[in-house]
């Protein structure tokens, strides 16, 4: 019986197929899966060798997936992921050093998990960890834990707050020189607020905070990415509603003034977030707890 079963694609070949499917050339596939082009190719024609038929039509705008081909990338997306979280389950019951992969906002990281960071591997050198601002949709790979944004836990995940809440009003001291120390929130409101429109914090927040619901404003400038906001605050260009934990080494270098100690507490703020049905291992453990003492030492 062993003999007639039909032979199934090899893991390089489904890898090939979603990267060529992914970035629509073989030369580009090449560049991802770290293979040669001619290897690419020869994996290709391996497979559809082995199907009985073509996965991807040619044409001049790139590879196009046949129905065929639709059908095997859409199983080898589920046959991928499945093996890799066998091998991630396979290792976490190996004992001793392992590799953590954590999930991590960019801003978060640029701004307070990294200046950090080297204090954890000079403490655990034995300890290796990965870090990831997403999950591709091609090469799912689940993370450990994730650090989110939020205004409360999820129900599924064991969480532990990390900072955030405390939100400060702050700009580079040439902006309040230009403008003016704000004695008042009226003061602030004729200034020029600095906003990422899809981050919770907002002029409306901090005047609701004051009991000035109906106070706007005079100006706001969006950015589409909130790393924006900061840099143009450090620039003097306006003010910002900023998380203070993000913005330490700032306020202590004089780089961002927070005048008359203005802002609000938030209802969004950093969370340590773990699935609940995994059991953590002693690597995790031992970060968590470094995680959780960096956190609290700074009075949030």
Known sequence: MASGRRRLPSTTALQVLLAVAERGSTSAAAESTALSQSAVSKQLLALEDLIGSPVFARTPRGMIPTEVGSIYIEQARTALKAMEDAALRVARLKPGPRVLRLQVPPIFGDRW???????????????EVQFTTFVSPTQS???????????????????????????????A????????????VEDLADGIMLEHPQTPLHWNYFARGQGKDDLAVRHTTRFGYYTMVIRAALAGQGMALIPRGLILDDLAAGKLVNPNGFGYRSGYGYWFAKPRDIAPSASMRTFEAWLMAEAEGMGD
């Open 113 to 127: 998990l990294l200046p950090r960071f080297l204090r954890f591997t000079e403490q655990h050198p034995e300890i």
């Open 141 to 171: 790979q689940t993370p450990d834990a994730i650090f989110r944004f939020l205004s409360e836990p999820l129900a599924e995940e064991e969480t532990n707050y990390l900072f955030g809440r405390e939100v400060l009003v702050v700009s």
């Open 173 to 184: 001291p040439s902006y309040w020189e230009k403008n003016g120390t704000p004695e008042t």
